[in-house]
């Protein structure tokens, strides 16, 4: 019996542990069969099957078959279809958590489809097309939405104690940080009942650099940015400091929820969603992941700081992958993705996502506007304010930025938890992403 | 059936090497023992053996996917033990095992011990303790992430009324570990149904002899339940510690690691570097080093059980072999 004992255990014990150009031109009415990868959002998934639906209706001899994959495991399939020689033709970069720089050597430029399409791009915001551009300068995506970051507030709460609604322009500088935190102060309710209390602000501001932006600093170099190279990160900068200093203190003065309660919040969906949280600063994806409020609510801009406030940026852009047997065909995909009048209205302006497309934005801002009790300049001021002080987040144009983002999350919920000194945090954070061989 | 290359020696009756003779009837069943075998051999090499070999060769390379493997020698080993991370990931999975393979083995036998009563409705007190285990370790996580929520969970409600607060179960430092070996309580059905069936296999004649010599049901319990079952409980020891060794769901569902990498597993942090940095090379190492401790703790679990395990088929007057 002893023996049988060993010998399955050292089965087991083994069995569980170790088992770990030049394109062939393609006949005009030959049947190609394009790869089209997305996450697994269920409106996403529901707009693409549309959008493929009646592509293949205008196109009957390109067939598409759609690839759904969820966010988290998009860079594992992306990156084995890529070794395997079967790569998705198109796909939205920013979709995946390597985001755009983590594929950007694997992308198609488009300029000379562009050239030959010219008006594919009429109306889309020149900074965000350029966004997406190889040192080059050729254009490796076509925009398809682009949210800024701002600062959303319950209406009901801010009623209840008379206190006005933040203003709506960008250049207002009363609206400081100052002024938020005397508002939170005033919001906050039943502090210590955590059962009760309502936090005058959250700062979810996302990705992990972005207290930093707010406070005219940055963990990564300018031209981190450019090669897409996190390079070493600076934890002792102003910015930096101050950022993770001003986010503790709101948590210190019990006007904002720790990380541990801020998870524990967004398990009934954001924390803001629950009604227990007066402002909230995050990004735009807030104007319809909080539609289904059962308060109302509005928007402001983030506030001022130290006169250098930046915003953080998200553009997603489709694009297509550069070793694709039928380039033509991917092109046709994308023009249609992109256009106005289909396709990127239903994914923008009918789902509540912020488009990178004049037309498309006015009719966006409009029914923003009726949908917030806001007026159409108010949100004309607001969006155009977030393009004018934002940069591009971090997360699309750094390499591997899903694995140095679990990284400073690490640190920085010990701080914000109590459990460690920003400086010891700080300095411990730089450690751990220096040691990150991201290749 | 027979087997090739050996011959048993009519005068010694040992077996020596050589060529056996084998009947028709011998050969066409031996052509059919490999053509049954073939589907798992080929499945073997192709899907387990072929990959340990791979990942051995990787451990030796930095490979990223794309771009081909290049031999890079120990370089991935020597990185390991100067990687703090890989200290800390291996320190939380050994305080996981310390405390959850004694939770499993001890709450599993007693369960067993129970449900091997003759009382009304056992079958279906079986099948309700055993339910659990066939539901998914993500839906199983999910199902406890809200539960131990420190702000809306059940438990910490229930905890209110006897006045105890805001424990943070998965988001505290401290109580994240034990968190997890709570988890464990929905997934101990198979530790369990080995004991229940090992009990219902004892033999009774010795709890009766026990009975007339007036031993209470506790003393039958630690000097011949325990005891009989012994061989049992080293098995599912070290099943539970290759399997501690390896938990990786909960981290991967619940805590990504945290907080402060405070369950940060093993597994977890492998995972990370195969599928999240894409470094294959260094991610082999890690599996290989993990092979190798576990090998380990199972040789030592099994030395130690020398002295501890009981096997009723020990020649008399000497241990078992």
Redo the contacts between chains.
């Keep these: 019996m002893k023996r049988g004992v060993k010998l399955l255990l050292c089965a087991c014990a083994v069995s569980s542990t170790a088992s770990l150009a030049a394109l062939p031109a393609v006949a005009a009415d030959q049947t190609v069969t394009l790869n089209w990868l997305i996450r697994s959002d269920p409106a996403e998934m529901a707009w693409a099957k549309n959008v493929i639906t009646s592509f293949q209706k205008d196109n009957p001899t390109i067939k598409v078959n759609l690839i759904i994959i969820p966010q988290a495991q998009i860079d594992q399939k992306i990156q084995t279809m890529i070794a395997g020689g079967n790569p998705p033709d198109v796909f939205m970069p920013n979709w995946a958590n390597g985001g755009f720089a983590t594929y950007k050597s694997d992308l198609l430029p488009l300029d000379s489809y562009i050239k030959s399409d010219p008006t594919v791009l009429k109306g889309f915001f020149p900074k965000l097309v350029r966004t997406y551009s190889s040192s080059g300068g050729q254009v490796l995506g076509i925009p398809i939405l682009s949210l800024g970051s701002f600062l959303f507030y319950n209406k009901d709460l801010f009623d209840k104690a008379h206190i006005p609604y933040p203003p709506t322009d960008w250049k207002d500088h009363s609206w400081t940080w100052a002024k938020m935190v005397s508002d939170a102060e005033k919001l906050a309710q039943n502090k210590g009942n955590q059962a009760k209390e309502v936090y005058g602000i959250n700062d979810a501001l996302w990705p992990e650099n972005a207290d930093s932006w707010l406070w005219g600093g940055d963990y990564f170099s300018k031209s981190s940015y450019v090669t897409g190279k996190m390079g070493t990160p600076d934890v002792t900068n102003q910015g930096v400091v101050t950022g993770v200093e001003q986010h503790l203190k709101l948590i210190q003065d019990k006007i904002s929820p720790s990380p541990n309660l801020t998870t524990a919040l967004s398990a009934l969906g954001d924390a803001f969603l629950s009604g227990r949280v007066a402002m909230e600063l995050n990004g735009g994806w807030g104007f319809w992941t909080f539609a289904p409020a059962k308060f109302r609510w509005g928007v402001a801009p983030i506030p001022w700081t130290n006169g250098q406030r930046r915003d953080v940026l998200f553009t997603d852009q489709v694009s297509i992958e550069k070793s694709t047997k039928y380039p033509a065909q991917a092109w046709k995909l994308v023009k249609y993705i992109v256009n106005p009048n289909g396709p990127l209205k239903a994914l923008t302006v009918d789902q509540g996502a912020t488009p990178p497309q004049a037309a498309l934005l006015t009719q966006w801002e409009q029914q923003e506007a009726k949908k917030l009790g806001m007026t159409v300049a108010q949100i004309q001021q607001l969006q155009n304010g977030a393009l004018q002080y934002g940069s591009e987040s971090a997360n699309h144009l750094l390499f591997g930025y899903g694995t140095i983002a679990s990284t400073m999350d690490q640190s920085l919920n010990a701080i914000y938890n109590g459990h460690k000194s920003v400086k010891d945090g700080l300095t411990e954070m730089k450690q751990h992403l220096e040691a990150l061989h991201l290749q | 059936m027979a087997t090739s290359g050996v011959v048993l020696s009519t005068e010694t009756g040992r077996l020596k090497p050589g060529k056996l003779k084998l009947s028709v009837r011998q050969r066409h069943e031996e052509r059919a023992f490999w053509a049954f075998i073939s589907p798992w051999i080929i499945g073997f090499i192709l899907?387990?053996g072929g990959?340990?070999i791979a990942?051995?060769l990787l451990s030796f390379s930095s490979y990223?996917?794309?771009t081909a493997p290049q031999f890079t020698g120990l370089q991935n080993y020597v990185d390991l033990f100067n990687?703090?991370?890989f200290t800390k990931s291996l320190s939380v999975t050994a305080f996981y095992t310390l405390l959850v393979v004694p939770f499993n083995i001890i709450l599993a036998l007693l369960l067993a011990v129970l449900l091997n009563q003759k009382v009304k409705g056992q079958a279906l007190f079986r099948t309700l303790f055993y339910a659990p285990t066939v539901i998914s370790g993500v839906a199983i996580s999910f199902i406890w992430?809200?539960m131990l929520?420190?702000?809306?969970g059940l438990v910490n409600y229930w905890l209110s009324f006897i006045g105890i607060?805001?424990i943070?179960w998965f988001?505290?430092?401290n109580s994240v570990i034990p968190s997890f070996v709570l988890m464990t309580t929905t997934s101990i059905g198979g530790t369990m149904i080995i004991f229940l069936a090992s009990l219902q296999s004892l033999p009774t004649d010795l709890y009766e002899a026990a009975e007339i010599d007036g031993a209470s049901r506790f003393m039958q319990f630690f000097r011949i339940t325990v005891p009989l079952l012994s061989?049992v409980i080293?098995?599912n020891v070290?099943?539970g510690i290759?399997g501690s060794f390896?938990v990786f769901t909960p981290a991967y569902v619940v805590t990504?690691?945290?907080?402060?990498?405070n369950s940060?597993f093993y597994v977890y942090y492998?995972f990370?570097t195969?599928?999240?940095?894409?470094?294959m090379g260094?991610?082999?190492a890690q599996?290989?080093i993990?092979?190798v401790i576990?090998?380990l703790l199972?040789y030592l679990s099994?030395k130690i059980s020398d002295r501890y395990?009981y096997?009723?088929?020990a020649p008399a007057g000497g241990k078992?072999?």
Excluded: H, K, M
């Excluded at chain 2, 990504?256 to 990498?261: I, W």
């Excluded at chain 2, 195969?274 to 470094?279: D, I, N, V």
């Design positions: 899907f387990t990959p340990i990942s051995l990223n996917v794309q990687d703090p991370l992430e809200w929520n420190p702000q809306f607060d805001n943070q988001q505290g430092d061989p080293l098995f070290i099943i290759i390896q990504q690691g945290g907080p402060d990498y940060y492998l990370n195969a599928f999240s940095e894409f470094r260094y991610a082999s599996a290989w993990l092979l576990i090998a199972t099994l395990v096997y009723d088929d078992g072999n």
